[in-house]
């Protein structure tokens, strides 16, 4: 098992999936959490923003490289995974200390 919790969002995420997949046994779980804006149809990246001021106000926080979009399963799936996600709600919130509504991404390797 890998957990992930607020990384991706910082990396290459194309190198960390394919890493995270290459070290996993066949059957083995990825535990993925990053911030995600229901409202983008696909992940906003743009790597001219390099300045920390500049990344905050289009990332939400100077030193991260993207913010995901509703096409994050996607972005999981390409690196061979089988994507499954939930939304953490009571009493899950409370018992694991998990942020109301947040999405969190199970990545399955095959």
Do not use: C
């Not at 059957?27 to 911030?35: D, K, Q, Y």
């Not at 690196?79 to 109301?100: I, K, M, Q």
């Amino acid at each position: 098992m890998v957990i992930a919790n607020h990384v991706l969002e910082h990396v290459d995420d194309s190198k960390a999936l394919a890493e995270i997949h290459r070290v996993l046994a066949p059957g083995g779980v990825a535990i993925l959490s990053f911030p995600i804006a229901l409202g983008f149809a696909q992940t906003y990246e743009n790597a001219s923003i390099i300045l920390n001021a500049d990344r905050d106000l289009h990332f939400g926080q100077w030193d991260h490289v993207r913010y995901y979009g509703t096409d994050a399963a996607d972005r999981i799936a390409a690196a061979g995974f089988e994507v499954s996600s939930f939304t953490a709600s009571e009493p899950d919130v409370h018992r694991h200390s998990l942020s109301r509504n947040a999405r969190e991404f199970l990545a399955r390797k095959p």
